[in-house]
């Protein structure tokens, strides 16, 4: 009995026991292969071998010699478990003489060579294969981001990109730094804001040689422009003429007072707030132009700026009366709103930012906790809406931070019933003046 439990207790021993793994190796390296084949001095080549079948537990060790001189490669690699190919690099100096040389990877009786030739650096010719600024339009004040491509990538020791602008308006840094076997750089410019003409200007960029351009437009002019000052604004009753600095021939522009409805000019310059705020027309003040000949300009413009100054802290305009959205300007064809700016707080305690383009809506949330740094109290704001025939974007203190694709166009339809309202929503709502803006409003323009 006791030798039938002993004999019992080993076969179950060895049906437990993990079977050994086959045979130290039984993978053999299949194939080796260096690329670029041709590298210059300063640069590097990926080399890939490859085994018969995936690694075990324990890897598949492979040996590497190089019979080039000033050239550095690893003296083993692994292909680690469960793979069957390892990549390394082998890399030159800036110093290393041209030549030809050979890369051998070896593992048990199999060695398989993979040849390489390195030129020196002169006899490397670099291309800038792309350079692009965006936006390529600019208004003075804004910023462009440029992006250039260089081939093939820069060598280990790094190279230098020289920008050059064609004009004064559009300053560039001197020199960007590539770093080595980056293929790419980057640089941005700044449109002046003493900028006072249209200006087609073009940016440079040569690295070892190569040279790429791109245009770069900065257009100060406006198709529309209403500061919100004084002389603009001489009087603040109801049905005062309201005249902007760049009106086109045929609009009217009046301002209309109701009840305890104010308008309050900056005193520090231009802008207008007006109150009192709310879902509501009786008690409220703003501005509206009329026109048979709207089509002129906003089917020929392509953006739409202004400035908002807060008159409320993030808490404070949490606290106001639900709806609190304020209406900084709101553009109505014959159908429907065309273009149109509003901030609101929501249920879901987010500062948004409502905005519209071509008859398309969309809202904008400012990141929680920076309400107040973008748009606290006494904080002023530069909102800018953009857009072309498929997208529309805002525009948040020079940063486009929201883009919204048109999907189908729509075609606006322009008379003697659009309005275009400053301080409130449209008079074609319910004879407009709900929800004026106090906060203020300055800088509007159109282009």
């Not at 045929?250 to 007006?274: D, N, Q």
Request: aromatic residues 8%; proline residues 6%.
């Amino acid at each position: 009995m006791k030798r039938c439990i002993l004999l019992l207790l080993t076969i179950l021993m060895a049906a437990c026991k993990k079977p050994p793994e086959p045979g130290p190796y039984t993978q053999t390296l299949s194939a080796f292969t260096c690329a670029p084949v041709s590298v210059g001095a300063g640069s590097a080549s990926s080399c890939t071998a490859t085994i018969s079948a995936a690694a075990g537990t324990s890897g598949f060790p492979i040996t590497i010699t190089t019979t080039g001189t000033g050239i550095t490669a690893p003296k083993s690699v692994t292909v680690g478990w469960t793979s069957s190919k390892v990549t390394f690099n082998v890399t030159t100096t800036a110093s290393t003489p041209a030549q030809s040389a050979t890369i051998t990877a070896s593992a048990g009786t199999v060695k398989i060579p993979a040849g390489i030739s390195v030129v020196a650096s002169a006899a490397i010719t670099y291309t800038i294969t792309a350079l692009t600024c965006t936006p390529a339009k600019l208004i003075p004040g804004e910023s462009t981001s440029c992006t250039g491509t260089l081939s093939p990538a820069a060598p280990l020791s790094g190279l230098a990109a020289s920008i050059t602008s064609s004009s004064a308006n559009l300053p560039v840094p001197a020199s960007v730094s590539i770093p080595g076997n980056s293929s790419s750089f980057k640089f941005s410019s700044t449109a002046s804001a003493l900028a006072t003409g249209i200006e087609n200007d073009t940016i440079t960029a040569t690295v070892a040689g190569a040279t790429k351009t791109v245009a770069v437009t900065i257009d100060p002019s406006a198709k529309f422009q209403f500061r919100l000052t004084a002389t603009e604004m001489p009087s603040l009753m109801d049905s005062a003429v309201v005249t902007p600095v760049i009106k086109p021939t045929g609009w009217s522009g009046a301002l209309t007072v109701r009840g305890a409805g104010t308008v309050t000019l900056s005193s520090t310059g231009s802008g207008a707030s007006f109150a009192a705020a709310g879902n509501q027309n009786t008690d409220t003040a703003y501005v509206n132009f009329t026109s048979g000949s709207f089509g002129t300009v906003f089917n020929n413009s392509s953006e739409i700026s202004c400035y908002l100054k807060s008159a409320y802290s993030f808490a404070e305009r949490q606290a106001l009366p639900s709806p609190n959205m304020r209406s900084a300007f709101e553009i109505y064809d014959a159908n429907g709103s065309w273009w149109s700016l509003n901030t609101y707080t929501s249920t879901d305690n987010m500062l948004r930012i409502g905005f519209g383009a071509k008859g398309y809506a969309a809202v904008y949330a400012i990141p929680a906790g920076t309400e107040d740094t973008v748009f606290g109290k006494g904080v002023t704001m530069k909102l800018r809406i953009t857009w072309d025939a498929s997208s529309f974007s805002l525009w948040v203190n020079g940063q486009q931070v929201q883009t919204n694709s048109i999907t189908q166009p729509k075609a606006p339809s322009w008379g003697t019933t659009s309005a275009f309202t400053i301080g409130a929503r449209n008079v074609r709502l319910n004879g407009g003046g709900f929800y004026s803006c106090d906060d203020t409003v300055a800088e509007f323009m159109m282009r």
